[in-house]
């Protein structure tokens, strides 16, 4: 079974630049989730989709950042304009819908640094 | 709102040997979960094993087991029989389930590491 796969791995870019990740979770899982995780710290949720609705967003900055999920699979995150705080490890996971069958797995991440 | 709470930012422990791991979390509720996940330097979170709150047998995985205190919050991790590739960070984690909202609430972590 092919787990999550986000691209891309690393990205360089200067403030006030616009930036997108990329997320393909595991074949049927309707749940797709974006974290954030700056230096030092835990993964912090930024949104959760199930299908391509929006379940929880309250942690997204809105004003910069926004996601989509189009088709219920696939789902970008984007950043626009970037801001020297928005340097992290960006995580993607997918799992069953919410209940005890619900296990997070996790993509391995992009790396962000603006500059 | 939920926090999750790991005071050791480092811990060593020699391979073979056995380590704890130390977690709290401050929550008013009665029925959620509680993770370990393992963070190598790939980045990618991998679950190392779960708790339902409502049970009260420690879950354990192989050389991985906890031991849950539901009424002290609390919630460690043992490695037993530490091997190289045991060294990461570990997270611990809690979710409670809201509808279809379930979020993961991490600790900051810690970084174990294993010396021969």
């Known amino acids: 079974e092919a787990g999550v796969a986000q691209s891309p791995r690393y990205k360089i870019i200067e403030k006030r630049q616009s930036v997108a990740f990329w997320c393909n979770p595991i074949s049927g899982h309707a749940t797709l989730y974006w974290y954030q995780q700056i230096l030092g710290q835990g993964p912090k949720l930024l949104i959760q989709f199930q299908n391509n609705g929006v379940v929880d967003d309250s942690q997204l900055p809105k004003d910069r950042f926004s996601a989509e999920r189009l088709k219920g699979v696939d789902s970008t995150l984007k950043i626009q304009p970037a801001k020297l705080e928005d340097s992290a490890v960006y995580l993607c996971?997918?799992?069953?819908?919410?209940?005890?069958?619900?296990?997070?797995?996790f993509g391995a991440g992009t790396r962000l640094s603006v500059l | 709102a939920q926090t999750v709470t790991q005071s050791q930012p480092e811990m060593s422990v020699q391979e073979a040997e056995t380590v704890t791991l130390s977690c709290t979390y401050d929550?008013?509720?009665?029925?959620?979960?509680l993770f370990w996940y393992k963070q190598p330097p790939s980045r990618q979170m991998i679950l190392v094993i779960r708790q339902e709150a409502y049970k009260q047998q420690n879950a354990t995985e192989n050389r991985f087991s906890v031991n849950f205190q539901k009424a002290a919050k609390s919630f460690s991790l043992k490695i037993s029989d530490s091997q190289l590739g045991d060294a990461a960070m570990y997270f611990c984690?809690?979710?409670?389930?809201?509808?279809?909202?379930?979020?993961?609430?991490f600790g900051t972590g810690t970084r174990l590491q294993v010396t021969l």
């Open positions: 929550t008013s509720e009665s029925d959620y979960y």
């Open positions: 996971a997918s799992s069953w819908p919410a209940g005890a069958k619900n296990i997070q797995y």
């Open positions: 984690a809690y979710r409670r389930d809201t509808g279809t909202a379930s979020k993961l609430t």
